[in-house]
């Protein structure tokens, strides 16, 4: 079936760009059916959706972060990025990347098993 | 953005009760709701979608309700691998927003 698995630092340092990477699995990326999403949630507290891309490279980011935020795909890996710039202690957080139905069916499933970023000097 | 609010933020209870948790929107979302379990060190998984519709494989005793701005996630005969974290979230439009989480612990 298919999986996602993020990978990169576990250690940001302040103003420093934090990178992850999602590598899809059991499926293609290609899909023109899915978009790929980015989900973050602080150590003990709730879930803020950061962005999702499309195949294409259409990208959707929440304004909140929009200024911060790039998010690439990269089809013939099967893997798809984030970027964040200018990170500071708030973005600390466990990062999930998910799959999302298109057609407003906008649920994730299934989501990777997330990367603790800490953003500390 | 629409605000998605859960009650009660915690809730105990004993293998084999109903559980009843509640999630309202701060406008009208129709059934565009999905709600997700959350166990420690782990992902959310989708329970359920369209407010009332049951994941592949998730078990019967969990089941959905509501429109517009109320919905209900109801986890009857409590078993012990149900006591996770609950979130609720809005799919009707961008950004998704989640509500705060239930936290459903062992009594």
């Known amino acids: 079936q298919l999986q996602l698995q993020e990978s990169g630092p576990g250690l940001v340092k302040p103003s420093e760009t934090l990178s992850l990477t999602c590598t899809v699995s059991g499926g293609s990326i290609s899909s023109s059916t899915y978009y790929w999403e980015w989900i973050r949630q602080p150590p003990g507290k709730g879930l803020e959706w950061i962005g999702s891309i499309y195949y294409s490279g259409t990208t959707y980011y929440n304004l909140s972060l929009k200024s911060r935020v790039t998010l690439s795909v990269d089809t013939s890996k099967n893997q798809f990025s984030l970027k964040l710039s200018s990170v500071t202690a708030a973005d600390t957080a466990v990062y999930y990347c998910?799959?999302?139905?298109?057609?407003?069916?906008?649920?994730?499933?299934?989501w990777g098993q997330g990367n603790l970023v800490t953003v500390s000097s | 953005d629409i605000q998605m609010t859960q009650s009660p933020s915690s809730v105990s209870a004993s293998v084999g009760d109903t559980v009843t948790i509640t999630c309202r929107a701060s406008?009208?979302?129709?059934?565009?709701l999905a709600w997700y379990q959350q166990k420690p060190g782990k992902a959310p998984k989708l329970l359920i979608y369209?407010?009332?519709n049951l994941q592949s494989g998730v078990p019967s005793r969990f089941s959905g309700s509501g429109s517009g701005t109320d919905f209900t996630l109801t986890i009857s005969s409590l078993q012990p691998e149900d006591f996770a974290t609950y979130y609720c979230?809005?799919?009707?439009?961008?950004?998704?927003?989640f509500g705060g989480g239930t936290r459903v612990e062992i009594k």
């Open positions: 979230q809005q799919a009707n439009n961008f950004p998704v927003t």
């Open positions: 369209l407010a009332s």
């Open positions: 998910a799959r999302r139905n298109g057609g407003n069916k906008n649920w994730f499933d299934p």
């Open positions: 406008q009208d979302i129709a059934n565009w």
